[in-house]
């Protein structure tokens, strides 16, 4: 396949696109916008229909389970409170992260509650994710979510740098306290270890980091994605993830002050153990988020959907 661009249109309405997720049997595509609105695409990009916060999915087949994280306050986003637009309902809420597995529909609106939606938006139930432990001062605020390969829910506080651990009922498993990652901004998990990436972004640096965790909360692995700068600058990572093998693709952009420099995003490709292989994509509008199946890369780059093919 080659390189594809999808500029996401409902009818005569043009979409952004700030988040994204790829269902295992590369059909659909679904894609967060910035006010809450959650809305899917084929592969081809047409418009499929909406999943809106009184749970009416469209016209969507899948057996695929999506997960969205939504917060306000690690964003330093405004809340948006609900709103009807074309006879859609649109969730009050930032969305954060998206992700998907094999059962369903999981969703998060706040920054406390995870929502389920079965794949043709039935809301199913929900579950809390903070512990009665967990310092109050810390506010936690979910910011990014993955699920393990035994379908484990993993989810991330950005301001605490707690990872707590559910089953798709919501019961916890187990808890991972990070060390020094209080700005965790991404999540995903490896495929043939045992392992998790987070993605932080410190304060105050210049370049993010990604660290490799064992399940006991040990750090295994560390790496710092780069790209150049011009000494004002900050690098963003603003996704993550990894191929069958265990390669992990990182979205970059540059910061000045608090706002993204437009066409500066690279999309890099790093060895399991943190080894550069190369740069995939620069010049990206905006990238906001990524997503995989097996040979495409799809990157949410804000104006538009990007799908890249990828060999391994």
């Not at 916060?53 to 899948?62: I, K, P, R, Y």
């Not at 990206?284 to 890249?308: G, I, R």
Request: with cysteine; aromatic share 6%; charged share 20%.
């Amino acid at each position: 396949m080659l390189e594809q661009t999808i500029y996401p249109r409902d009818g005569t309405k043009s979409l952004k696109a700030v988040r994204v997720a790829t269902s295992h049997n590369d059909n659909i595509m679904v894609v967060g916008t910035g006010l809450g609105e959650l809305y899917h695409l084929g592969i081809n990009g047409e418009f499929k229909g909406h999943l809106s916060g009184t749970g009416h999915l469209g016209d969507v087949e899948s057996t695929d389970q999506l997960i969205h994280v939504g917060s306000n306050e690690s964003s330093g986003s405004q809340v948006i409170t609900d709103q009807v637009v074309n006879n859609t309902k649109r969730i009050g809420k930032v969305v954060e992260d998206i992700t998907t597995s094999s059962s369903g529909f999981l969703a998060v609106y706040d920054v406390r509650k995870v929502k389920i939606f079965h794949h043709e938006g039935t809301y199913q139930h929900n579950f809390n994710t903070s512990l009665e432990t967990h310092p109050k001062s810390l506010r936690p605020g979910l910011k990014c979510v993955a699920i393990d390969k035994n379908g484990n829910v993993i989810v991330g506080d950005w301001k605490g740098g707690l990872l707590t651990i559910h089953n798709m009922n919501g019961e916890l498993m187990g808890t991972l306290q990070t060390k020094n990652m209080e700005y965790l901004s991404r999540i995903c998990c490896m495929n043939r270890k045992r392992h998790i990436l987070c993605c932080c972004d410190p304060l105050g640096a210049v370049y993010p980091e990604v660290t490799v965790l064992d399940y006991s909360g040990e750090q295994v692995g560390k790496f710092m994605p780069k790209i150049e700068t011009t000494g004002d600058e900050e690098v963003k990572a603003m996704g993550l993830v990894v191929d069958a093998h265990d390669n992990i693709y990182v979205a970059l952009c540059l910061l000045r002050g608090r706002f993204k420099l437009n066409n500066s995003g690279h999309i890099h490709k790093y060895s399991p153990s943190g080894v550069f292989i190369g740069c995939i994509s620069k010049g990206l509008y905006s990238p906001c988020d990524l997503a995989l199946t097996k040979d495409v890369l799809t990157v949410a780059d804000f104006e538009s959907v990007k799908m890249l093919p990828i060999h391994n």
